[in-house]
Structure formats: C-alpha cells, structure tokens
C-alpha cells in the first residue's frame, strides 16, 4: 500500500508541477474564451490567499512524499492527514469547475484523482496497520 | 475416548497462552481505537481547512458591483480622431486591434494600465491606430454591451465607450449590463444614448458583433484581452501578451520590417 501511495503520490506531482509551471509562465492573465485548463487557470479560483492553487498542490504532493518515507505511526497519521485535506481541497475545486466555472480542467481532474486515490489508500494503510510492537510490513 | 489429564506445567502453559492471547486481542483493540480516534481528528481538522480554504476562495472570486459611469478619461482620447472604431490618424502604418469582451475584468484593467501610455506613445503620435473587436464570449450582458458599443461606433466613439464601460464594470454576468447603465455609459463617454440603442437593435449592429467573432475564431484569438498587429494591408499577427513592453517591441518589429 505504501509503495501504491507512493506512485500515486509521483503521478499527482508530476501534474500539480505542470501546472504550477503552465501557471507561471501562460503569459499575462486573460478572460479565456476557450472552456478548459485556461479558464479554470485565469479564473480568480486559481490561487488562495495570492498563492496559486497548482503550487499549493505541488507541496502537498510533495509533504505527502516526505511522509511517506517513514513507516511508523505518526508518518501514516501524517500522510491520511494530508491525503484527506488534498481530497477535500480537491472536491471542492471540481465543485467550482462544475457549478461556477463550467470549464473542466482534464490537468485538474486528474490530480483530483490522485488525491482521492491518496486518501483512500493512506486510510486503509493507517487502519490496517499492525498493533504496535510489531515490524509493518507496509 | 476421555481426554487425557493435562499435567500442572501444560495447564499453567494454556494459562500463559491465554493471557498473552487476550493482552495480544486487548493491545490490537486499543491500537484500532487510537488510530480511528486519529482518523476522525484528521477528517476534521482536513474539513475545517477545506471549509476556510472555500471561503477564502469565495471571497477571492467576489467581483465588485458595477460603479457609477464617469464621462470618458477625455485627456486620453482628447484630439484623436476615430473613424469606423478605428483611433488614431487613419495614415498610421502599424494597425493594433485589440479583442476585447466588455465584461471581462482583465480588459478593464489592460484599459486602465496599458492603454493610456499606447494611446499617448504611440496613437498619439501617429505611429499607430487602434482597432477594436468586442466579442461576447462571457454572457448575455457582452452581448447586448457590445451591440450598444457597435452603436457608439457609429457616432464615431467607440473607444470613449469602452473606456467608460471599464471604468463602471460591474460581477461578470450579474444583469448588470441593463438598458438603463449601458445609457449611463454611453452619457459619460459623448455618445448620443437613444441613437446608440437604437442602433444595437439593428441587423447590422448584430453584423458587427457577428463579423468580431469571425476575425477572432480565424485568427485563433481565444482569450481577451489579446491584440493583433498588421503593417499597411499585410496580414495581423497575434500577439500572447498584452503589457505594454510587447506592444511597444511589436510595434517597433512591425515598423522596422
């Protein structure tokens, strides 16, 4: 299950890092006419707080990463914490791409995705560990 | 066949057995708790973040309501002359025609921080004329604001429009854009308002919005604001930038080539 998270955890960094990368370098800020990434890239959803919303998902995958280096139980409690705030984050982006935006980034949906998958995994990981006092085997 | 009896060390190993059994059931029982607990301590915590981080995000994508039109910034425009919603002297060499939806916030802001220095530097100086295509891709009200606009181009102040458009631009898509404001718009930038909606009820002020999208779905524009540039009768280019420093290099590529 750990080494499933942790693929997992490399294709959604792989997607959060291209589109802090499109993020950073699409030119000026523009109304898109074309539903899609770019609308949902320029729209004023696409950062929390002044930072981009692909560049916080770049350091959740990568926090994620990191705790699942270790094997022991606050590393698990650590990761299922992440996975579940990168679920929630991420169903209430595709919530805003559905109801408010009406574009549907392919890029978005996907890291959705990995983030749902994440979470799934990273819960099932920490409940189905072995008592403590026991090596896990992961 | 009766069982055998077990001896003293058989039943004090059973016992053992047992009790590390049980220790063994009450230890997995307890663990199971404790990471259930931590569980439900992270749904909540991950929720309560979520809940702000929405918030946040809400609050972010709250535009402003439209403001009051001001007439037109007048020392922009003042002593350019327009014709057929083109600015600037119609022997201007370079031609720039922007893409423009009247809703879309960015435009405003384009009018705001990029326009004036390239009317002053480079309209006023005859180096350049301005074009204008008013697209309606965001909503009904683009819609009947760049019919109203079509209007305002045919009194010969299209770009006085625009402007004091921007400066009143309301939420995207919010109703705004009713008869009465768009009158207010058209007051504040010289333009006769009764002519002006009379005119957006015309076929050929719906040609006009027709032919905008037209040139922007030949020439791939699809964003605003996006501009293109054209020397003499040559074919425009589209530019993917819209700050000034693109604009003055462009023009300066185009004027030299």
Sequence with gaps: MRLASVAVALAGLGIAAYLTIAHYDGGTTVCAISHGCETVQHSTYAKLAGIPVALLGLLGYVGILVALARDDEPARTATAFLALLGFGFSAWLTYVEVAKLEAICIWCVGSAICMTLLAALSVARLLSAPPLGRPASG | MPSRTMTKRELREQRRAERLAAEAAE????????????????????????????????????????????????????????????????????????????????????????????????????????????????????QRAALVAAGAEQQGKLWPFLLAFYGAQGQENSGYVTDGFLRDVAQAAGVDADKALAYADTAAAQQRVNQADVDAQRLGVNATPTFTIAKGDGAARVLQKHDIGTLDRAIAQEAKA
């Design chain 2, 27 to 142: 230890t997995a029982r307890s663990t199971r708790h404790r990471r259930l607990v931590r569980l439900l301590a992270a749904v909540g915590v991950a929720a309560l973040a979520v809940v702000i981080a929405a918030v946040l995000s809400s609050a972010g994508g709250k535009p402003a309501a439209p403001a009051t039109p001001q007439p037109a910034v007048t020392s922009v425009l003042a002593g350019i002359p327009e014709h057929g919603g083109v600015l600037g002297s119609p022997n201007a060499p370079v031609t720039l025609t922007e893409y423009v939806d009247l809703q879309c916030p960015v435009c405003a802001e384009a009018a705001r921080d990029t326009l004036p220095q390239l009317i002053r530097t480079q309209v006023r100086t005859g180096k350049v004329k301005l074009d204008a295509r008013t697209l309606h891709f965001i909503g009904l009200d683009s």
